[in-house]
């Protein structure tokens, strides 16, 4: 490559005179005309260096030029380009020169791809920090309205985001020309440009006066709100956070709140998860008057929503709204109008999951109350992922209700899992067994699981005899040798003799997982007698078991 010995060792970085002084620009024009993409991408990010050595006139003169004439077809050079620029104020004299990085900016705020487009305004955000008052008006607003009456609709998407940066510093005559682009772009005939000004509504709200919010913000908000495109009203009601939060109780209630009622009720689900998606943060905006007499009643209603994805939504804001409510009261509401609308599974799964911080809120023993009969529904619930999700909870709720609480209420589901049609609610409440051993200990394993799981050996079916063997694998090493020795093995050896051979090998497995537990007179006077006569089984599967578990327990 020409330029290999790099940008500051050639002539042109020593202020050499004729074509010589022109060798960086050369260098870079060969290689961003270069085929190989990688090469230009290369080049497009050793920008800063090459800048460094032309000095901070040559890059305003003759290298900012040139990158904003040429144009380049691969977007990801495209994407280097915008993020260079956005650090290069130093780089062309400082803050009176900042205006001569906009030409570029501009152009690449214009092309098709959207994250080139993002990322040029990102720069141009940055770079109107750095302008003087009067250097904005003079250069960066222009840029804002030629972007903002653009003919193609990715400069006027562009444009949204560039309002908010440049108002607050802005001549009172210039200010009403910008909220007066802003108007236009709300209701642009292009949904992709609504949506652009949706997405920033809030974020030009905070920069306005009181009184422009008022008189033009909120109606556009009201409009936005019952925009054709659902993907616009549902950007409404994420502006509607920043919006509540610059209005008195009395504003919000005549002018965001029957909008906001209305999204709530929004006949399209996408706009309906908003509301429940944005539910804590709009709680925080409205205050606790209106949370009480608007929210609530919408937040009833989402989490009963017909579609699965609303519910669980709102699911997830349901800690956050018990935690924000008024201490005055709280109980009270959560109990009367928040839990009796907690009816489908996923919304009842995350008052589960998060129990432990719900409990602090209003108190273990009446929320075990409220919550018992949905336990006891899910537990029971017809699909197995449901039954799946709350045996991985119990747990969690065995640490939060006590050991009485769940002996009484909760033992009898444990038990009933493990003989579920369901292979994996088997294993589940199998493991489950043991982390409940590990929370109560070994007095209440033997005295109130053992004996239950014991019985299951003399069951009828055999995938019920072979959980009593999954079931002694995974309790053994929680309730220790003693437990193991005097109560688990036995019934392990008797099950040797059973007629099913899957049964026959998981007891040789059994041993296997048991053997390190015992001591080594059982393990000699009883577990190795029944490994080798399993060692000459007739099927061949229980001969493979066994002869492992010889091996491994060094029996032979």
């Keep these: 490559m020409a330029g290999a010995a790099g940008p500051g060792t050639g002539p042109g970085a020593a202020g050499g005179d004729g074509d010589d002084s022109l060798y960086p620009i050369a260098v870079l024009i060969d290689e961003l005309r270069n085929e190989d993409v990688q090469l230009r991408l290369n080049s497009i990010k050793k920008l800063s260096t090459i800048a460094l050595a032309l000095g901070v006139e040559r890059t305003r003169t003759e290298l900012l030029p040139f990158l904003t004439d040429t144009i380049y077809d691969e977007d990801e050079v495209l994407l280097a380009l915008a993020e260079q620029l956005g650090n290069f104020t130093g780089l062309v004299g400082g803050p009176d020169f900042a205006h001569c990085l906009l030409p570029p900016l501009e152009s690449l705020a214009t092309v098709e791809e959207t994250v080139v487009r993002d990322k040029a305004v990102e720069s141009l955000r940055q770079i109107s920090q750095e302008h003087t008052p009067l250097a904005l008006e003079a250069h960066f607003v222009p840029l804002v309205k030629r972007l903002a009456s653009g003919d193609w609709f990715t400069s006027r998407t562009s444009a949204c985001g560039l309002f908010s940066v440049c108002y607050p510093r802005a001549s009172h005559a210039i200010k009403a020309e910008i909220r007066q682009h802003f108007r236009s772009l709300c209701s642009d005939d292009t949904p992709m440009v609504r949506r652009a000004a949706a997405s920033k509504l809030g974020e030009f709200a905070k920069v306005l006066e009181l009184d422009s919010v008022k008189s033009e913000i909120v109606p556009l908000f009201t409009t936005l709100a019952s925009d054709e495109q659902d993907s616009v009203r549902l950007l409404a009601v994420e502006a509607c956070v920043s919006i509540a939060q610059l209005l008195s109780q009395d504003d919000l209630e005549s002018m965001v709140m029957p909008t906001l009622r209305q999204a709530a009720e929004d006949k399209s689900w996408r706009v309906r998860y908003m509301v429940a998606d ?279």
């Design 278 to 556: 944005k539910f804590s943060e709009l709680q925080r905006a409205v205050g606790p008057n209106i949370t009480l007499h608007d929210l609530i009643p919408a937040f009833q209603n989402l989490l009963k929503d017909c579609e699965a994805e609303v519910r669980a939504a709102a699911a997830h804001k349901v800690k956050e709204l018990c935690e924000n409510l008024p201490i005055e009261g709280r109980e009270t509401v959560i109990m009367n109008q928040i839990l009796p609308y907690i009816k489908c599974p996923e919304v009842r799964l995350n008052i589960i999951s998060n129990l432990d911080c719900v409990n602090e809120v209003i108190g273990i023993r009446q929320l075990s109350q409220s919550l018992l009969p949905a336990i006891v529904e899910l537990a029971e619930d017809a699909k197995w992922r449901v039954r799946l999700a709350i045996i991985e909870y119990m747990p969690l709720l065995a640490g939060q209700l006590g050991v009485e609480f769940f002996d009484e209420k909760l033992n009898s589901l444990c038990m009933a899992w493990l003989v579920d049609h369901v292979y994996a609610i088997r294993e589940a409440a199998t493991n489950n067994l043991m982390k409940l051993v590990q929370k109560f200990g070994t007095e209440w394993a033997q005295n109130t699981i053992v004996p239950k799981v014991l019985v299951m050996a003399n069951d009828p079916n055999y995938l019920h005899r072979m959980t009593t063997l999954f079931c002694i694998n995974a309790l053994s090493e929680a309730c220790g040798q003693e437990i193991t020795t005097k109560q688990m093995l036995p019934i392990v050896l008797k099950m040797a003799g059973d007629q099913v051979a899957n049964v026959r090998f998981n007891v040789a497995k059994s041993l296997q997982k048991i053997g390190p537990i015992l001591d080594t007179d059982a393990l000699q006077g009883e577990v190795k007698p029944v490994l080798q006569k399993l060692g000459q089984d007739e099927d061949m599967d229980v001969k493979y078991f066994a002869q492992e578990a010889i091996s491994v327990l060094a029996l032979a």
